[in-house]
């Protein structure tokens, strides 16, 4: 996977490209620890499950701060492009020679995937690289398996559950958590009242919008939809069970992590 990362003081304009040049991805993301969580949030959805960090290729004009250091830590290989190369390889190969965030994000994608061997990747070597290196990889590797965890526990709905894939887009939010924790299954969730929605929402850590959020949650889980077969539903609640626990478990000590990560970001004062 080739990443075109074109940051500025508050953001970076995120592209994902494929081997063959195929656009997997674009994003804006904070600049900090949010951002290179978001980021590699966008990578574990688009790589196997027996994928390396080393298989995911970085351009980016600078060698330097703690973003670059963090996703050296985290396994990926950067490569610093002199934003002059950008320029020119933009004007080679685009119709109109205007700087764009989005689109020099595309160009260095294309510099990684096409002309990589012409530069080279930048070295993890600073005191921010080695304060990081461990929480980095830690907290990648938290957010790809709750990633992918996140991913089974949609295919699971998707096949007995739908309900809920209308109730909730983000099934690794605190909602959807409380919510399918309390109601694994159809029938269950069916039976919440917007009362008990909304203590649900309220005990974890809701606090606007607590009346109308429940009530749409409770709307969308009394949706018609085709029931499975009787016989698998115990099996499929069950699993749901276990799986929204290991999530919820994962958001948590991702927070921790991001704690760590985020002090190389800004460091206490006096290191």
């Avoid at 390396?52 to 973003?67: A, F, H, S």
């Avoid at 009346?211 to 085709?226: G, K």
């Amino acid at each position: 996977m080739f990443v075109g990362d074109d940051w500025a003081e508050a953001h970076h304009d995120i592209e994902l490209v494929d081997e063959e040049g195929r656009v997997l991805a674009r994003r804006r993301l904070p600049e900090g620890v949010a951002g290179v969580a978001a980021l590699h949030g966008l990578v574990a959805d688009h790589l196997g499950d027996h994928d390396e960090p080393d298989q995911v290729l970085v351009g980016i004009e600078t060698d330097r701060g703690p973003w670059v250091q963090a996703l050296i830590a985290a396994g990926f290989v950067v490569y610093a492009i002199n934003p002059l190369q950008v320029a020119r390889y933009r004007e080679r190969h685009g119709t109109a020679g205007a700087k764009s965030d989005p689109g020099d994000a595309h160009v260095l994608a294309e510099l990684v995937r096409l002309d990589r061997a012409h530069h080279r990747p930048v070295a993890g070597d600073s005191a921010v690289a080695e304060h990081v290196k461990v929480a980095a990889r830690a907290h990648q590797t938290m957010i790809w398996t709750r990633q992918r965890s996140v991913n089974t526990l949609r295919s699971m709905l998707r096949e007995f559950y739908p309900a809920a894939l209308v109730a909730f887009d983000e099934l690794a939010g605190r909602d959807a958590l409380a919510v399918l924790a309390a109601a694994p299954d159809p029938e269950t969730g069916r039976r919440l009242t917007a009362a008990r929605v909304t203590a649900l929402l309220r005990k974890a850590g809701r606090q606007r919008n607590l009346a109308r959020t429940a009530e749409q949650i409770v709307v969308a889980l009394r949706s018609d939809q085709l029931p499975a077969r009787p016989g698998v539903v115990d099996a499929y609640a069950a699993s749901v069970s276990a799986l929204v626990a290991v999530i919820t478990e994962m958001v948590r000590q991702t927070v921790v992590l991001e704690k760590q990560v985020n002090a190389g970001f800004w460091p206490a004062p006096g290191r």
